[in-house]
């Protein structure tokens, strides 16, 4: 098979050898004018975010990423904590997470500069527009880094930025905007890496991959390497490309594995913490697939952008598949070929396709069983096909000179029925019909124009006609003003309680589903203001309201067991009565759902509104500390939850497993009679000073009892009693305790996680040997250079 090559580049044999004279140069001019008009059409397309008071108001940006650049701002001006969120999931390491991206550097940049100045929504939304900016900065660098003229750099960088793909599927998600953005970088230092295999390409190589996993969605890494990795081993079925690796075999070794090493240590301070988590997730051992798209609508929308259909995330554009399928008629490119394979593997896999359910049942990819939606696979494999229409742009002119007329009219009539088939049979009724009349004129301007002496004139009119087509695109989202992100009454009604920072809310609606609607939803915004109130999602970390409620990927195993049985105390199918229990023992106070209260189960109608869901109040709920005079011990999370299903009076269950994790339990605590439930308590106590990550308090107990904290255990919690490190136990399923004797004491919780020290550590030492070892070539290079200048001066 071959392909177009782009016009300049004759051969890749020899520019893809080290210090080779012939490699493609990337200038700063070579750049202007993708670079002018992508921040054009990226400026008015953030218009109302960037220039007036008003926010897009939609999807993940409410439930999901307002919220996290709210807390990750509020924590880089240390006035909360990254570390562990308290109000998220009833007790979260909210870091190891990643998904809030706490630490790429992009978001630490907007943190501390943007978001003291300008408020979280701006800062969202900046945030936004300056993904747009590099995605497509990456794109340009990536085509110029194979050889693509500036004009076809600039159409495919263009085709990438303002693909539906793109603007319905990621912009509405921060996280996701963050992560796949460095996919074109990630390509641009693997290129470079592959041409000039020396330390600093395997530096880039290995910071953009680092870049990309400190963003947050790490299953857009996995699909990335996955990329990549097919784009290598694509080189040894070339035999040019195969005599080099073998020559250059142990440069290319050191080098690889440097950006490996490098990636692993610049991530450590991520990779360290969330592997901890995975362990203690409900996905360790995989998860079941929630959402992939079948292979008929996968095609469509490679064909058709429909900003209605959320399933449509593909490229959405005749134009870019009519281009694509010229190049597959065209001359040979080494480097295209190995994007084109990977790129057919990654939207294979993208889809429910037979190579994807192979590959799947047999596990045949490490981590895939981990892949909960499979769009990751598209987005990479999409910005290959991009790359593939993008080479065209530079051939038709020597592509056309290298065919008899015959052969030219044969070929093109061909590749004319191809597309006239797949549009027709693709076709969708809910789809501008512009986007084929573009297309359409694209193709006859272009067989006019070779035909003449404007043959020159080609790749210009492409990216004018790819420019229209994307300005099509610039509506994308709704706005709202900002008075729409005002504190909803539900809020200020928990706020103006007693001790309301002792109790948790939880919301049953399905308010959070509203993210998933149509973003030209007309009713969008009440929408929107319906997941505030309910403080659905993460919204509640907002205002610092303690929430059992997320919308992060990673939530505890231990707290994923308790969403039944809660919902079953909730709807009254449960036999436990009103004080024994989960929704007391872990203190939910208000709940929101859409039936006023039962006066049965000791709720009672909190607030409502017209068109707004009832906020009820548990009245049994108990207070974040409690005490407790009896205990029982499991050996896990599922006992401690069947032990309090049968509940006839208040005990605290902790765990305590056999094993290397095995506690000493007190002695004076463990054979002891069982005291009468109405006896007074054993203990009083003061709360000195609480936050997420630190308790201070101190005690006074008359006898030995137990001190509960209603948030979750987790690596990394420890307790110290009048300076001194105490057990601590997992209790109450999602809560955790320690035993307290008789006598007057101080004491203090704290999380100190290792795994984030560690990584952080890692991290920093190989960022300093990193940068020691670059500072070293750069002075050799210099010192190199000096000396060929002063031996070509003797001569």
Request: net charge positive.
């Amino acid at each position: 098979m071959k392909f177009i090559a782009p016009l300049h580049q004759k051969s890749d044999s020899v520019s893809t050898l080290t210090n080779s004279p012939n490699k493609p140069l990337i200038s700063i001019r070579s750049l202007w004018l993708g670079m002018v008009l992508i921040t054009i059409l990226a400026l008015i397309m953030w218009r109302f975010p960037l220039f007036t008071p008003s926010s897009v108001f939609h999807g993940d940006m409410i439930g999901f990423g307002l919220p996290l650049f709210n807390l990750a701002g509020r924590a880089f001006s240390g006035h909360a904590s990254l570390l562990w969120a308290s109000g998220v999931y009833g007790g979260h390491p909210i870091f190891a997470e990643g998904q809030g991206a706490f630490a790429n550097p992009l978001t630490f940049l907007i943190g501390t500069i943007i978001t003291p100045i300008a408020g979280p929504i701006f800062a969202m939304n900046f945030f936004q527009f300056i993904c747009l900016l590099l995605t497509g900065a990456g794109m340009l660098g990536l085509c110029r880094q194979i050889g693509f003229s500036a004009v076809a750099s600039a159409f495919s960088a263009l085709a990438v930025t303002f693909s539906p793909f793109w603007i319905y599927t990621i912009l509405d998600n921060p996280v996701g905007t963050g992560t796949f953005l460095w996919v074109p970088w990630c390509l641009w230092s693997l290129e470079k890496w592959l041409q000039q295999p020396n330390l600093r390409s395997s530096v880039f190589l290995g910071s953009t991959c680092t870049a990309m996993l400190l963003a947050g969605y790490t299953p857009g890494f996995h699909a990335t390497v996955l990329y990549m990795g097919v784009r290598v081993i694509a080189d040894a079925f070339n035999e040019n490309t195969r005599n080099i690796w073998i020559n250059t075999w142990s440069i290319r070794i050191a080098t690889g594995i440097a950006a490996i090493l490098i990636c692993i240590g610049l991530s450590a301070i991520q990779w360290l913490p969330l592997l901890e988590l995975i362990a203690q997730s409900h996905r360790n051992d995989g998860t079941g697939l929630t959402l992939i798209v079948d292979v008929t609508t996968t095609l469509r929308g490679m064909f058709y952008g429909n900003p209605r259909a959320v399933s449509f995330v593909n490229i959405g554009s005749p134009l870019i598949l009519a281009l694509a399928l010229c190049a597959l008629s065209g001359v040979r490119s080494i480097r295209i070929t190995g994007h084109l394979f990977a790129a057919i593997i990654l939207i294979q896999l993208g889809c429910n396709s037979p190579f994807f359910r192979f590959v799947y049942d047999h596990n045949l990819i490490p981590g895939i069983h981990y892949v909960r939606i499979t769009f990751q696979f598209l987005i990479p494999g999409i910005i290959g096909i991009i790359l593939i229409a993008g080479s065209s742009i530079d051939a038709f002119n020597p592509w056309f000179s290298m065919q008899t007329r015959a052969r030219r009219s044969a070929i093109l009539f061909g590749v004319a029925l191809v597309w006239i088939t797949a549009a027709a049979t693709l076709y969708t009724p809910d789809i501008a019909i512009i986007q084929l009349g573009i297309a359409i004129t694209a193709f006859i301007t272009v067989t006019i124009l070779l035909s003449s002496k404007y043959g020159r004139f080609v790749p210009i009119t492409l990216l004018f006609l790819l420019t229209v087509e994307c300005s099509m695109r610039l509506n994308p989202f709704q706005t709202a003003n900002n008075d729409n992100f005002k504190i909803p009454t539900s809020v200020l009604a928990i706020k103006s309680t007693k001790n309301w920072q002792d109790y948790k809310v939880l919301d049953t609606t399905v308010a959070l589903g509203y993210a998933f609607h149509d973003p030209h939803t007309p009713n969008l915004t009440a929408e929107m203001k319906v997941m505030l109130y309910s403080l659905s999602g993460l919204t509640s970390t907002l205002w610092g309201i303690n929430s059992m409620d997320g919308a992060l990927a990673l939530p505890l195993k231990r707290h994923t067991l308790l969403t039944n049985p809660i919902l079953n105390e909730i709807n009254g199918t449960s036999s436990l009565p009103p004080g024994l229990r989960l929704i007391d023992t872990l203190g939910i106070r208000y709940i929101s759902t859409h039936e006023p209260a039962k006066d049965d189960l000791a709720f009672r109608t909190f607030l409502h509104s017209d068109g707004f869901p009832w906020i009820i109040e548990n009245t049994a709920a108990m207070p974040r500390f409690q005490i407790y005079q009896d205990h029982v011990t499991v050996d896990s999370p599922e006992a401690a939850l069947a032990v309090m299903q049968t509940w006839t009076k208040r005990t605290l269950v902790i765990e305590n497993a056999a094993g290397s994790n095995h506690q000493i339990e007190p002695s004076d605590f463990v054979s002891r009679q069982p005291i009468a439930a109405d006896s007074p308590s054993p203990a009083n106590f003061e709360i000195i000073k609480a936050s997420d990550t630190h308790y201070h308090l101190n005690l006074h107990a008359t006898k030995p009892c137990w001190l509960f904290l209603a948030d979750a255990n987790y690596p990394g919690w420890k307790a110290y009693l009048d300076g001194k490190p105490v057990p601590v136990f997992s209790a109450q399923v999602q809560g955790k305790a320690v035993a307290i004797p008789e006598g007057q004491h101080q004491l203090e919780f704290t999380f100190e996680s290792s795994s984030f020290r560690w990584g952080a550590c890692i991290s920093f030492i190989t960022l300093m040997l990193t940068t020691v070892a670059l500072l070293l070539d750069w002075r050799k290079r210099i010192m190199g250079l000096q000396l060929t200048n002063k031996i070509s001066g003797n001569n």
